[in-house]
């Protein structure tokens, strides 16, 4: 089972690269030294997918700016996410690498697999650049991703990531947190109920 502070389960599989119009085997570990944000979608040719890549691709440069890569993984084969960013207006403005999964390997192996419909889970994992997972999301399939709050998540771990807890108390990052603002800086046992 995925878990926090877990290592990621490693995989290899065929991808597409819409930017090089390419199709290439790729494994998380080669992504190693980076964060990595997968994005999980059910299914190619659908309605709330497409907002949801097409939300990714608008943070894109964003997120490669602060070292971080995204893959989007589904059930459907690299032909059809050809295809899908060949003929999708919301998808046609991908740039990252979606990555096949029809032998659900990849969804099983990160929990994402809805076993009643067979497709992926609509969901979100950022990891670090130690290969270690920091966030897990999973979503409504009818309901798209917050692709700002996603941002906002990764500048944050990345934070904490930064500063890591010392002898004489540790920073905590508090609801609602943007970049540049207070974070909580805690000693114990002192500050137990401060807060």
Known sequence: MLEIGKPAPEFEARA???????????????????????????????????????AFAHYHDKFKKEGAEILAISVDSVFSHKVWVETSP?????????IED???EISIKYGFLNEETGLTKRGTVIINPDGVVEYISVFNDRLGKDVNHI??????????YKNQPKPEGFEIIPAGWKEGEETLKVNLPDDIGRF
């Open 16 to 54: 597409y690269f819409p930017d090089e119009k390419k199709i290439k085997s790729v494994k998380l570990s080669d992504y190693k030294g980076k964060w990595v944000i997968l994005t999980f979608h059910p299914a190619d040719f659908t309605f709330v997918c497409a907002t949801d890549l097409e």
């Open 90 to 98: 919301r998808a046609k403005k991908v740039k990252y690498p979606l």
């Open 102 to 104: 029809i032998k659900r």
């Open 151 to 160: 941002y906002n998540a990764l500048l944050a771990l990345k934070y904490l």
